[in-house]
Nanobody
Framework: QVQFVESGGGSVQAGGSLKLSCIAS????????MGWFRQAPGKERESVAA????????YYADSVNDRFTISRDNARNTIYLQMNRLKSEDTALYYC???????????????????WGQGTQVTVSS
């Protein structure tokens, strides 16, 4: 079973930066579209960013556009989320998953996705 391991979270002050990583085990997912999601306490999980398998086209939620950058290194089976100018509302547990992309929206790919990883916690203090 494919496992996705997220890392790189931490506690920062507003305006700071963090870079998250997501590594897939037991699967070369270079051909898959990948996405980042987040869930804050008491809120539903929401989409953050997505990137096509080729690493070309990227997609962002309006709330993070121009602040976050998603990228991937297929040779390392890793995707990244560079987060700049962090805000308190970015505080959440962040997850990655293979996704289906349609009309600029994305959701976990049911053909590949089985369960969420442990996520990595991002805490932004104002």
């Amino acid at each position: 079973q494919v496992q996705f391991v997220e890392s790189g979270g931490g506690s920062v002050q507003a305006g700071g930066s963090l870079k998250l990583s997501c590594i897939a085990s037991e699967l070369s997912y270079s051909g898959y579209n990948m996405g980042w999601f987040r869930q804050a306490p008491g809120k539903e999980r929401e989409s953050v960013a997505a990137i096509e398998g080729s690493g070309g086209t990227t997609y962002y939620a309006d709330s993070v556009n121009d602040r976050f950058t998603i990228s991937r290194d297929n040779a390392r089976n890793t995707i990244y989320l560079q987060m700049n100018r962090l805000k308190s509302e970015d505080t959440a547990l962040y997850y990655c998953a293979p996704v289906l992309i349609l009309s600029g929206t994305w959701r976990p790919n049911p053909l590949v996705f089985r369960s969420w990883g442990q996520g990595t916690q991002v805490t932004v203090s104002s």
